[in-house]
């Protein structure tokens, strides 16, 4: 922790913290001494000495009056006296407030908070309870990059003010950039459902935004809650309970909440299985590629996608829906999308001559080396860029900044294509799609497979497939699964289909029977 701003000693709130040099205490100490010595001096001369300079009368209104003064003013020191003192006790307070607290959001530092958690869970451990709440702000980077850090700053005062609204009486830090956390006791057992309800209220409130150069910013955080002894009753395990359920809130889309249970704990455990297995698979080279045909409209071979495939010895076979997260969350992303592409070009030489669709995930487009890297495996297997698509899904086209857009040209300009995955799941809007420089939309299968049941999905695929055939895309509806899929994804106007109605992914030996030119001359 940092020492105090020196000007702080100075002046706190407008009262000198230090006494100045000669006060009014002294002064009246010096009084009330040289009065006690007046007082006390017939102790030292002989009565017949004092007798020649006062009456009797008078020396015994003296010593009264004396007597009397010296109370008076012994009276004003002591009231003087802790009067300074509270003072002091006041200024020493504001200093420690001052000290702990974070001056950008009026939040409790981090080790303070801390500490005051941990002093709180074990006092609370035999009776009682804690409640603990993460507050992790989505976007504040972007907050920063877009408004300026003031704006950043103001949004994190907010967030803190107003999570004193939502949690009275509970104490709130600031965790780190832009994480700030709360906690509350009780001395009876703290329901879930009233730790719930606060954060929707909070949620809520915060959605509300505040005003920020005159304009209305709206705000959005994940949270994550657990409790004490409920869930633990150690501060440190409460932490990071309440840590593993933030995960869990921002893994479900932002702006939620989520409380801690020990599924999430097995999750967790289960995550760090897999990352140490893929790590290990990747190197020992036991993934797999499949691939699923893309059609034509007239039944022809068009494309085909590469699916990566991985059976565990321990585990079996796991989907890739399990392990690519992982793989994104813990940057092996990369090192598979390589493993992967390198597969696809050994296998190019036996499979179909179609191009190759190969996923990428958005993690990569950021990875520095991303391109240069996939440009040296097609040459090191000398693979031409053009028999490859990179499928991106549409999540991480959500960023229509310059830079994406220049990353995007520059992959086009290599040579590759870009497919525009799973569209309809996430936000990008359709003048998204004039913005980025890709070829294919593929329209995701929860699409396709509910065309001609409502009105919104018919209307969203004809409008894509319009729009792509004005600006010279192709269109491929994902997940036909019936001949009536592909019907209606036909009459919608999509012209390639992909799905198990035509073929589930299989290997590439079992491609090459299916599809090789000397399979398809002998069927015929
Ligand atoms: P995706 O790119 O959307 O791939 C299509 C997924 O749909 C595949 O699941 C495929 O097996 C499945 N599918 C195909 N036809 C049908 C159908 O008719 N109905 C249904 N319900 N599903 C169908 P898979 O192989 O489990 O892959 C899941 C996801 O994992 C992929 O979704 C892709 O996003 C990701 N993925 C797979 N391989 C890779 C890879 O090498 N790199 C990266 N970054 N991601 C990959
Ligand atoms: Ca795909
Ligand atoms: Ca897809």
């Known amino acids: 922790m940092s020492a105090p701003n020196p000007s702080l000693r100075k002046t706190i709130g407008g009262k000198p913290a230090l006494p100045r040099r000669f006060t009014v205490e002294h002064a009246l100490i010096l009084v009330l001494v040289v009065l006690v010595a007046a007082h006390s001096v017939h102790f030292v001369l002989p009565y017949e000495t004092l007798s020649t300079m006062v009456t009797a009368q008078s020396l015994a ?24 003192l509270k003072t002091h006790r006041v200024i020493n307070e504001e200093l420690r407030l001052k000290h702990n607290t974070d001056l950008v959001s009026g939040a409790a530092m981090r080790g303070h908070f801390l500490d005051d958690l941990k002093r709180t869970v074990a006092s609370h451990r035999k009776s ?11 976007h504040l980077k972007q907050i920063n990059d877009a408004l300026g850090h003031g704006a950043g700053d103001d949004v ?25 956390a709360v906690f509350f006791s009780s001395d009876d057992v703290i ?85 140490r297995e893929l790590r290990a698979a990747i190197l020992l ?21 590469a699916l990566v495939r991985w059976h565990n010895p321990v585990r079996g076979a796991i989907s890739p829906a399990e392990f690519i997260p992982v793989a994104e969350k813990s940057r092996l992303i990369h090192e598979l999308g ?28 950021a990875h520095d080396t991303f391109l240069r890297d996939y440009v040296d495996v097609l040459k090191r297997k000398n693979v031409p860029p053009s028999r490859v698509v990179l499928e991106i899904t549409e999540s991480a086209m959500l960023d229509t ?10 992959i086009k300009r290599a040579g590759f294509r870009i497919a525009l995955d799973d569209f309809g799941m996430g936000y990008s809007e359709f003048n998204q799609l004039r913005k980025l420089p890709f070829d294919i939309i593929k329209i995701d299968k929860s699409y396709i497979q509910n065309i001609g049941t409502d009105v919104v999905t018919d209307t969203f695929v004809s409008a894509v497939t319009q729009i792509a055939g004005k600006m010279d895309r192709t269109v491929v509806a994902e997940g036909i699964e019936t001949q009536d899929d592909r019907l209606r994804a036909a009459v919608a106007g999509c012209r390639l289909f992909q799905g198990y109605f035509h073929q589930a992914p299989a290997s590439r030996d079992r491609i090459v029977a299916l599809y090789s030119a000397k399979a398809l001359t002998d069927a015929a």
């Open 61 to 84: 209104q003296l010593e009264m009056a004396s007597t009397a003064l010296i109370i008076i003013i012994a009276g004003a020191i002591y009231a003087l006296m802790s009067e300074r």
């Open 128 to 138: 009682g309870s804690v409640a603990l709440v993460i507050i992790d702000i989505d």
């Open 156 to 180: 994190l005062g907010f967030c803190a003010r107003i999570a004193r609204q939502a949690f009275p009486g509970a104490s709130v830090g600031r965790l780190g950039g832009d994480e700030l």
């Open 191 to 275: 329901p879930e459902r009233y730790v719930t309800d606060a954060c929707s209220a909070y949620l809520a409130t915060l959605r509300e935004g505040l005003f920020i150069a005159n304009r209305r910013q709206a705000v959005s955080a994940s949270l994550g809650v657990a409790l004490a002894p409920g869930h633990t009753d150690n501060a440190n395990d409460l932490l990071s309970f309440a840590d593993l359920a933030l995960q869990q809130a921002k893994r479900g889309g932002r702006g939620a909440w989520s409380v801690f249970s020990p599924e999430i704990l097995a999750d967790a455990r289960q995550e760090r299985f897999i990352e």
């Open 285 to 305: 080279g036991q993934l797999t590629v499949h691939y699923q045909p893309i059609m034509d409209t007239d039944g022809s071979l068009n494309s085909l996608e």
């Open 338 to 365: 390589l493993y992967v592409l390198k597969q696809v070009c050994d296998d190019l030489e036996t499979l179909p001559d179609v191009s190759v669709n190969v996923n990428i995930s958005a993690w990569q487009l």
């Open 401 to 410: 900044s310059d830079d994406f857009v220049d990353r995007m040209a520059d």
